[in-house]
């Protein structure tokens, strides 16, 4: 079987356009035209070193993509350097994270971007507040039909087993839970890790199969083959979020890597699912 051939679509100049995409495109067909969504952890030419990082969309014309940067974070209030994608709702709105930004500690932010014309306003859904709250929201987001938004932050969440910061505790990360009710989105945390059997650091968003959400945590587990002090060593695990009767969330690690040559290890993306339920990851 030949190998597949590349083709570039758009090359970054780390300037006014953009600079490091680092999350997964998004998009599709749209008419005639096929466009793609994603982000720039850097670039974008304002409020940072090497910028606050962009939106950006790339249109189809003929043999060659066009690139449009839909924002351009500034580093305050409205965010900086999205490390993961955008997603969109039926309107064409796209919703996203930031790692940094959103006030003075600076703990990451959820947004979202309407089209307005040819223009797009973003608005910030929420605002990180590190401690329990959760801190660096690196992993995108996940959108069910009523519109609530679930994710994941990078630590934060108050577990001792992850270290301290400046302010605190930073802790292990947690999931958690935009509840959409008209234009306001309440947050509510679904899971707070703790670095044991439950995994640590999740890195990416939990997706939906049926009723219930599975996601991966990139740490943790409980496995002294990937090394770490004896309270939050581990490989990763992967996990469930049980949906019950009356709209909560049950956890659960339902397996933990090993990191032997037959398994794998520190799984930091997420997983996608096929009908039946089996999952596939990488790690």
């Given at each position: 079987m030949p190998l597949a051939r590349e083709r570039v679509l758009y090359s970054f100049k780390a300037g006014s356009d953009g600079g490091s995409p680092q999350g997964t495109l998004s998009g599709g067909r749209s008419g005639v035209l096929f466009r793609l969504y994603g982000t720039t952890t850097f670039g974008g030419g304002t409020g940072c070193f090497g910028g606050?990082?962009?939106?950006?969309?790339?249109?189809?014309?003929?043999?060659?993509?066009?690139e449009s940067v839909l924002y351009r974070f500034i580093g305050g209030t409205d965010g900086q350097g999205p490390g993961s994608g955008v997603i969109a709702d039926a309107s064409g709105a796209l919703y996203g994270t930031?790692?940094?930004?959103g006030d003075s500690a600076g703990d990451g932010i959820v947004f979202k971007?309407?089209?307005?014309?040819?223009?797009?306003?973003?608005?910030?859904?929420?605002?990180?507040?590190?401690?329990?709250?959760?801190?660096?929201?690196?992993?995108?987001?996940?959108?069910?039909p009523a519109g609530n938004l679930y994710g994941a932050t990078l630590i934060g969440g108050g577990s001792p087993a992850c270290g301290?910061?400046?302010?605190?505790?930073?802790?292990?990360g947690v999931l958690f839970e935009l509840r959409r009710s008209?234009?306001?989105?309440?947050e509510r945390i679904l899971h707070r890790f703790q670095s044991g059997s439950d995994g640590a650091t999740p890195g990416s968003p939990p997706i939906f199969v049926g009723r219930d959400m599975y996601g991966t945590a990139a740490t943790g587990g409980g496995n002294p083959s990937c090394g770490g002090a004896p309270i939050n060593r581990g490989c990763g695990t992967v996990y469930k979020l049980t949906r019950g009767v009356r709209g909560g969330w049950t956890f659960k690690a339902?397996?933990?890597?090993?990191?032997?040559?037959?398994?794998?290890?520190?799984?930091?993306?997420?997983?996608?699912?096929?009908?039946?339920g089996v999952l596939y990851g990488v790690g």
């Open positions: 606050c990082g962009t939106v950006f969309k790339l249109t189809e014309r003929s043999d060659a993509y066009i930031t790692e940094y930004g971007l309407t089209p307005q014309g040819p223009k797009y306003v973003e608005s910030v859904l929420y605002r990180f507040k590190g401690g329990m709250d959760g801190k660096s929201p690196l992993a995108g987001l996940t959108i069910d301290s910061g400046r302010s605190g505790v930073n802790g292990c008209g234009s306001t989105y309440t339902i397996y933990a890597f090993t990191g032997t040559p037959r398994d794998a290890a520190n799984p930091f993306a997420g997983l996608i699912a096929e009908k039946g």
